[in-house]
């Protein structure tokens, strides 16, 4: 059973703050995690696809960065919008298993106005 | 278009019932997935099908039975399933099954099992 968490589970912040959280997996059979951001009564929605140790991915104001020698991903949320409300997920892929994705529990993020 | 459709949203079923989900995509993609997500917890991967076949399933029961009849459609058939299998079952699909292929999820039909 391959382990990937998340941390915090749940965080509340004001419009305009910044944020991170982080996901934990596997350093070692490394292959890929994926992010993703799930708004309520949405569908699941790709944000990122790290490979490569120190990777670093931009996409407006959300950015995320990989360590794969000690199994962790961050990602940064920059002057945070009540539309950036949601849940974001890690998913790690391990070894060769072409694009089984492993999901964290979900980092669940409430920015209120 | 660069959405997945799934049908029905919503579907309450008994333990002898026999039902299908659907699921459709018209991104040209090769590789179709079958998840499920119990309340709280993180989706589960259940079947890959890769090119129209299936290539992963990962140890789920038979009363789950994955079909694709062509490259833009994929169902699962659910037969006397138990209280347990109340989730929600999210289809996905992406271009290929490589790591960087990142997946596009369809909304989900939220199954209830009497």
Request: charged letters at 20%; proline letters at 8%.
């Given at each position: 059973i391959l382990n990937v968490e998340q941390s915090p589970q749940s965080l509340h912040v004001q419009e305009g703050d910044s944020t991170n959280f982080t996901c934990s997996f596997p350093s070692s059979n490394f292959y890929a995690l994926h992010w993703y951001r799930w708004e309520t009564a949405k569908s699941p929605e790709a944000l990122f696809v790290m490979t490569l140790n120190g990777d670093e991915k931009k996409k407006g104001r959300i950015s995320a960065t990989l360590n794969t020698k000690e199994g962790y991903s961050y990602l940064y949320i920059k002057g945070s919008q009540p539309e950036d409300s949601a849940t974001y997920l890690c998913a790690f892929i391990k070894g060769n298993a072409g694009n089984m994705l492993t999901f964290g529990g979900g980092t669940r993020l409430m920015v209120k106005p | 278009d660069t959405e997945v459709t799934q049908t029905p949203k919503h579907l309450v079923m008994g333990m002898t019932n026999k039902k299908s989900l659907k699921c459709?995509?018209?991104?040209?993609?090769?590789?179709?997935?079958?998840?499920?997500?119990?309340?709280?917890?993180?989706?589960?991967?259940?079947?890959?099908?890769?090119?129209?076949?299936?290539?992963?399933?990962?140890?789920?029961?038979?009363?789950?039975?994955?079909?694709?009849?062509?490259?833009?459609?994929?169902?699962?058939?659910?037969?006397?399933?138990?209280?347990?299998?109340?989730?929600?079952?999210?289809?996905?699909?992406?271009?290929?099954?490589?790591?960087?292929?990142?997946?596009?999820?369809?909304?989900?039909?939220?199954?209830?099992?009497?």
């Open positions: - | 459709e995509q018209h991104m040209g993609h090769r590789a179709m997935y079958w998840y499920k997500q119990k309340a709280k917890k993180p989706p589960e991967l259940m079947f890959v099908y890769s090119y129209e076949k299936l290539s992963i399933n990962e140890s789920v029961p038979s009363r789950f039975s994955p079909e694709c009849p062509n490259s833009s459609l994929l169902n699962l058939h659910l037969h006397a399933l138990q209280p347990e299998d109340s989730a929600l079952y999210l289809c996905a699909s992406s271009q290929d099954i490589g790591r960087m292929d990142e997946q596009f999820f369809g909304p989900g039909t939220r199954l209830t099992v009497l």
